[in-house]
């Protein structure tokens, strides 16, 4: 059931059941985070394996600090920053939280929402709030709540409508367990902003620091094959679509196209792109065509996307 009653909401969450919610990244589903009980209920809907941890929502950053163990200075100033915002911090957990929410690991995961019912709902309950994305694992992020109805079906949790997420696409992950903060994920803020208020971060990938959990080379996928061409390639056969920032030669070639920015704007693409994506996974396409985002900003989130959109078969 989708509904705008914040009590609905909340009463569901204190009773320890699910709920899906809005957040401007893509919509979570939604458990007290710390409630084993409850948050095991996350990873049976998503069917999410368990050592895959979760994000905790909290209010602000003295929430924050209640469930680590250190809150170094340069996270504080990100925090300061960008909360509330696109931008998760990975720190040393404390004992309040279980460690089925952060997969096992002990540190854990958290991020202010920059949306005023996800804000509204953890602060009536009085708990933060473990949520991933609300949809089958491996599948394309909700960013509505119709969404989310239809990626679960007859299973749905109760959802609250927000409204369309305004970032859409995930949070940016930065770890601070290493001397080096380390981009686990390439999310929502941009990795140069992130870096004007620090400096120099480590990425993962790009040194031998170990890949962030749960980040697979299949994720965020459409069940249509999606094939990332560059500029000059030729087209495949077959009924096709193309998933663009703005490039609109050739576009009979594509029985259907979705163009996410006619200015190339990024944070109007990253805001549409997986909608736009939904649309041609239904539009009974052999072939999606994707190009390539500019390298930059936002840009490196959606390439990313891309690639494991395209790790598909
Ligand atoms: P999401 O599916 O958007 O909730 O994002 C969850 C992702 O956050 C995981 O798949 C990890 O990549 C990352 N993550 C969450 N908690 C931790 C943690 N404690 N340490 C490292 N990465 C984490
Ligand atoms: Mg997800």
Not at 4 to 22: E, F, I, S
Not at 154 to 182: K, R
Request: charged share 20%.
């Amino acid at each position: 059931m989708i509904t705008k009653n914040l009590t609905d909401a909340v009463t569901q969450l204190k009773q320890g059941q699910l709920v899906a919610v809005p957040t401007e990244t893509v919509y979570g589903l939604a458990a007290n985070a710390l409630d084993a009980k409850a948050v095991a209920k996350i990873f049976a809907l998503k069917e999410r394996p368990v050592d895959h941890p979760l994000i905790v929502h909290v209010l602000n950053i003295e929430q924050a600090k209640s469930l680590v163990t250190s809150f170094p200075d340069k996270a504080e100033k990100l925090a300061k920053a960008f909360w509330p915002g696109p931008l998760t911090l990975v720190l040393p957990k404390n004992d309040r939280v279980p460690e089925l929410t952060t997969g096992g690991m002990q540190s854990v995961a958290l991020r202010v929402p920059n949306h005023p019912a996800p804000l509204a709902i953890i602060e009536e309950c009085g708990f933060p709030l473990a949520a991933p994305s609300a949809n089958p694992f491996g599948r394309i992020s909700p960013t509505t709540a119709l969404h989310v109805e239809q990626s679960f079906g007859a299973g749905a949790p109760l959802v609250f409508d927000g409204g369309p997420c305004q970032v859409g696409v995930e949070s940016t992950i930065i770890s601070f367990l290493d001397e080096t903060p380390c981009i686990l994920r390439l999310g929502g803020l941009a990795v140069e902003e992130i870096e004007k208020v620090i400096g120099p971060v480590a990425q993962v990938g790009k040194s031998a620091q170990s890949i962030a959990p749960g980040m697979l080379p299949q994720h965020y996928a459409p069940r249509t094959r999606l094939i990332i061409l560059e500029e000059k390639d030729p087209l495949p056969n077959g009924k096709l679509g193309l998933l663009t920032l703005n490039r609109s030669t050739n576009k009979e070639a594509f029985q259907a196209y979705e163009i996410l920015s006619p200015e190339g704007n990024l944070e109007e693409a990253a805001s549409g792109f997986y909608s736009a994506l939904r649309r041609l996974d239904e539009a009974s396409l052999d072939s999606i065509i994707a190009y390539r985002f500019p390298d930059q900003g936002l840009g490196k989130a959606l390439n990313d996307r891309l690639e494991r959109a395209s790790h598909l078969n």
